[in-house]
Structure formats: structure tokens, C-alpha cells
């Protein structure tokens, strides 16, 4: 049930085996941000942040009357998740409909999103801050909240989704 990362033993991931579930389970249709769009949004900008939203998919809640269906058994009891858990099937393009909804007012325009990694992009550091100041209302009137160690702020050049970004375009 559980998953080991191999650099951190100490710091486990919970999984549950929806397999059976996932096999009953109609798949949403919901289209990803395309890299290439995000590359043409992002490219040849002055200053960039990215945002990484903490453990992005338990920010989500579970539907009530999907509760029951998240439910597994352990020696300790059986227990259901009340937020979005890894592993089943409808899960991600949800989770990334629910983003695209919560930032649609900047997204395109300077803020590009993909699942739980946002990243925010302007010509100075004037319009930067000011693109920043409009972004954080939007996260916190849905609760969600950032992982400030991976977060980076009015960088030149920036590592996203690995690929490098910088104003020249390199």
C-alpha cells in the first residue's frame, strides 16, 4: 500500500491499489495543458516565479457521495478519503479541470498551469509583482496552499515541468 521514495525512505507516499475500481470507473475526458503551448507562453520572458502547490491532489476534496467509494481496509480499520487520493483513474484530469477553473483569469495572460506546478511570467519585475498580487487571491479563496520550498520567486531563468526557461530563449 505504501510507496518508498529510493533518495528518502523516511518520507512515504500512500497508495492504495484502485485497480478494480479504476476498471469500473468511467474515464473523464479532460486535455492537459499542452507542453509546447506552455513552452510558446513562457519563453523569452524578463522574470518568472513558479508555484508548487503542496501535495496538490489531497488539496482536493472527494465528491460526498464519493467518499465511500475511496474506502480501504487496514489492520487498524477501514477508512475512506475525504480528499483526492493517487491512484484512481479519474483523479488527474479532474484535479487539473478543478485548476484550470481556479486560475482561468490568468491563465494565457501571464500564468501558465500544469496539474500542480503554476508558473507565472513577465517582461519586468514591476508587472511581476503585480502579476503575483493577483494570483495569491485566487489560491487562498479556494484553501490551496503552496510548498515554499519548491516555490521560486523573480528568477531570470527558471527550471519547469525540466526544461529550463530564460529571456534569451536558450
Same mark, same amino acid.
Given at each position: $500500500?505504501?510507496?518508498?521514495? +529510493? ?6 507516499? &500512500?497508495? /492504495? ?6 476498471? !469500473?470507473?468511467?474515464? +473523464? ?10 513552452? $510558446? ?6 522574470? #518568472? @516565479? %513558479? ?8 488539496? #482536493? %476534496?472527494?465528491?460526498? @457521495? ?5 474506502? &480501504? ?6 477508512? %475512506? &478519503?475525504?480528499? #483526492? ?7 488527474? +484530469? ?11 483569469? /490568468? !491563465? ?6 500544469? #496539474?500542480?506546478?503554476?508558473? !507565472?511570467?513577465? %517582461? ?10 493577483? /494570483?495569491? +487571491? ?12 519548491? *516555490?521560486?520567486?523573480? *528568477?531570470?531563468?527558471? =527550471?519547469?515541468?525540466?526544461?529550463? &526557461?530564460? =529571456?534569451?530563449?536558450?
Amino acid at each position: $500500500m505504501g510507496y518508498t521514495p +529510493p533518495d528518502n525512505p523516511e518520507a512515504y507516499r &500512500f497508495a /492504495v491499489d484502485y485497480r478494480k475500481l479504476n476498471a !469500473i470507473t468511467k474515464y +473523464p475526458r479532460y486535455l492537459l495543458s499542452l507542453i509546447d503551448d506552455l513552452i $510558446m507562453n513562457i519563453s523569452h520572458t524578463g522574470i #518568472m @516565479s %513558479a508555484l508548487d502547490l503542496r501535495s496538490g491532489y489531497f488539496q #482536493m %476534496a472527494v465528491n460526498p @457521495s464519493d467518499i465511500v467509494k475511496t474506502a &480501504f481496509v487496514t489492520k487498524h480499520g477501514t477508512y %475512506a &478519503f475525504r480528499r #483526492m487520493p493517487f491512484g484512481l483513474s479519474r483523479v488527474a +484530469p479532474n484535479f487539473q479541470k478543478a485548476i484550470d477553473i481556479i486560475f482561468t483569469p /490568468v !491563465i494565457g495572460k501571464f500564468a501558465n498551469v500544469y #496539474m500542480d506546478d503554476v508558473i !507565472i511570467s513577465s %517582461a519586468s519585475f514591476t508587472q511581476h509583482v503585480k502579476h503575483l498580487k493577483e /494570483v495569491f +487571491p485566487l489560491l487562498h479563496e479556494e484553501g490551496l496552499t503552496l510548498n515554499k520550498d519548491k *516555490c521560486k520567486f523573480g *528568477c531570470e531563468e527558471l =527550471k519547469y515541468l525540466g526544461l529550463i &526557461f530564460n =529571456k534569451g530563449g536558450d
